[in-house]
């Protein structure tokens, strides 16, 4: 665990990011929370006077609340693309089931004799609404919000999965290099932002809650009125704020996204930042997405513009066609492929080939013997795979391997990001897979095992643009191109390095190499 003198130095050394994702993240969580309220408490109240209504309702809300939040971002990506749409869509789903039943069951358990009165007061239906239930269900409807909003700052940490920015990003970013500061600087505001929303809202339930139904006194509701006036004007703040920045973002902006490893989020910075250096063009980050197919389908569906693809993915994983070991011809056929089917244009390859590496312990290598993924294949009941999700699905993954090799391992545990050194390193795991270029490999002293039959496609890093946006800006196929043969597999290693064990930020090491190359 990294002592407090390295985690409040860390901090200080990221402060203004962190400062913005904590911004992102308070305004994402609010938006949905305010969705769910507008939506929910009228639901709830609906359901009271139609009651055939409030088993089916209730019903599809809980279902909604079951299905894991990733699986649910997946039904939503195809519809409302990455970003933080569908993640405030997301959070606002998961949080309208407490506000939503919280609302009916208050109005719905309501002292009979009491609306009798009303009724006899000559109140009607309206009046009694809002005179009588509300106040009443006040405290039950406001604890409801509250679940709602300390959960939602929670799940909004997923945002950062495909790019909606928030906490997120720190805490996926800090799985991926094994990096508890990392971690934790995403953790702890957004455990920080939790009890401050619950605090929030407990101020805005002493205020709203009538004094005939609360037991705060008035001194104390005049100086809880003071703090919520505060309170709201910062948080209308925010959201102006939000909305304002979407509203009038440039026309000629470029959107340059990168999966969720360090060596797309380097790649993904150096195109960003020569883009800026050599044109008048604005460029938004979009980095740390998912996997593969989410930064491609983000492409397709032209919520970003170019990103970093590997040509055995492409080739195999998005394609399914059959491997084809030669690197130009690999090129060609994805290259007219994607220009053909989906008007994307393969620029020119950046020089390294990042092909995927089966990886043991340096004991485990010597116990078994084994140098090749042929002797791998011998002694694979006894040991246990930890791969990416990505990869044990996968046909030039583990899936093909069984055929190739014939590998059968005795588990397979699908262990994303920097998590598949830590499972190895503790001998939860024997066998990871790893990208040649990761510079955990060298951090931890691994054995790569030589592929002997040869079955991993070349995986040659290229940048990949929408025609569309070159077409609008053709200038930008040369600024990409000055990076074209310039990184070679020893130089992302190191580059993957300084990020992978030194802890450096992304951006930096990307910038760094680009000055000394002299492209910015």
Known sequence: MASVKEFFSFVLSRKGEITTLILEHIQLTIMAVLLAIIVGVPLGILITRKRKLAGPLIGIANIIQSIPSLALLGFLIPVMGIGSKPAVFMVFLYSLLPILKNTYTSIKNINPDMLEAAKAMGMRRKDMLFMVELPLALPVIMTGIRISAVTAVGLMTIAAFIGGGGLGYMVFAGVQTVNNNMILAGAIPACILALLIDFI???????????????????????????????????????????????????????????????????????????????????????????????FNAIKAKEVDLYVEYTGVALINIMKHENISDKDEAYKVVSESFKNDYGIKWLKPLGFNNTYALTVRQDTAEKYNLKTYSDLSKVSGDLILGSTIEFANRQDGYLGLKDAYGMNFKDVKAIDGGLRYTSLMNDNTQVIDAFSTDGLL???????????????????????????????????????????????????????????????????????????????
């Open 442 to 520: 060298e951090a931890f002293k691994l054995k790569v095992l030589e592929d002997d039959k040869g079955f991993f496609p070349p995986y040659y890093s290229v940048p990949i643009i929408r025609e569309e946006v070159l077409k609008k800006h053709p200038e930008l196929e040369a600024v990409i191109n000055k990076l074209a043969g310039e990184i070679s597999e020893e130089d992302m290693g190191k580059l993957n390095y300084k990020v992978d064990k030194d802890g450096e930020d992304p951006r930096k090491v990307a910038d760094d190499f680009l000055r000394e190359r002299g492209l910015i």
């Open 201 to 295: 809202i407990g101020k805005i339930e002493r205020v709203v809650t009538p004094n005939g139904v609360s037991s705060t006194n008035g001194n104390n509701n005049k100086r809880d009125k003071k703090v919520l006036g505060v309170i709201a004007g910062v948080i209308l703040v925010v959201i102006v704020f939000g909305f304002s920045k979407s509203f009038f973002e440039s026309k000629n902006k470029i959107v340059v996204a990168s999966k969720n490893y360090n060596e797309q989020l380097i790649l993904g910075n150096m195109i960003a930042t020569l883009i800026e250096e050599n044109t008048d063009l604005e460029v938004e980050r979009k980095l740390n997405l998912g996997g593969s197919i989410v930064t």
